[in-house]
């Protein structure tokens, strides 16, 4: 992975593009921001930080959970083949989808759904990035993820979790490492806090 290219592309992106109004004055704080719905914009730093992490290649093949503003979605964009991107709210959807459109990015497919079952229709994946905290790793997204590749998930109750990097080896061996403490909203469906 060209980390020189993600860097470059990731400062080169405005942040307030994928703010509503009242929010883009905050755009350039290194902080979590709100987007409605109860979901939130992660600090850049911890979506560069996580991109990294992925490392996504030229010619993988990515699933997203949580679209929310798109803003991480357009950087995996940036620095994959194609990606597959869940979210939960249509609106959210809706909005970070007229902004991708709007960057140029044809490579993006969307879907408005559970993102704690995946998106098997095309798996397996390469890579797969999920942006809500789970309170367990999902077996669906361990069962789609291709023999050598990476996922990062963040595991862990609501005050506080572990920044998981996940991957699986050529012969589906299951490797994880905590890359850190984070704190997510919750991915909502079979894998949330709640249910």
Do not use: C
Not at 86 to 108: D, T, Y
Request: net charge negative; proline share 5%.
């Amino acid at each position: 992975m060209d980390f020189q290219e993600l860097e470059s592309y990731f400062r080169s992106l405005d942040r307030s593009f994928f703010l509503d109004d009242d929010m883009k004055r905050y755009a350039s704080l290194d902080m979590p921001l709100p987007i409605g719905y109860e979901q939130t914009i992660s600090q850049p730093s911890l979506v560069l930080e996580m991109t990294k992490l992925l490392e996504p290649e030229k010619d993988s093949k990515v699933l997203e959970i949580g679209t929310g503003s798109g803003f991480q979605t357009a950087l995996l964009a940036k620095m994959s083949a194609t990606v597959f991107t869940v979210e939960r709210i249509g609106e959210l959807m809706e909005n970070a989808k007229k902004r991708l459109l709007k960057l140029g990015f044809s490579n993006i497919y969307f879907k408005v759904g559970d993102g704690s079952v995946g998106w098997e229709e095309h798996a397996p994946y390469d890579r797969i990035m999920v942006t809500a905290a789970a309170s367990a790793v999902p077996d669906e997204l361990i069962k789609q993820l291709a023999p050598g590749g990476r996922m990062v998930i963040p595991v862990g109750p609501s005050h506080v979790q572990s920044l998981m990097l996940i991957t699986k080896t050529e012969d589906n061996e299951i490797q994880t490492r905590s890359m850190g403490m984070v704190r997510f909203v919750e991915l909502k469906g079979r894998y949330g806090w709640t249910e």
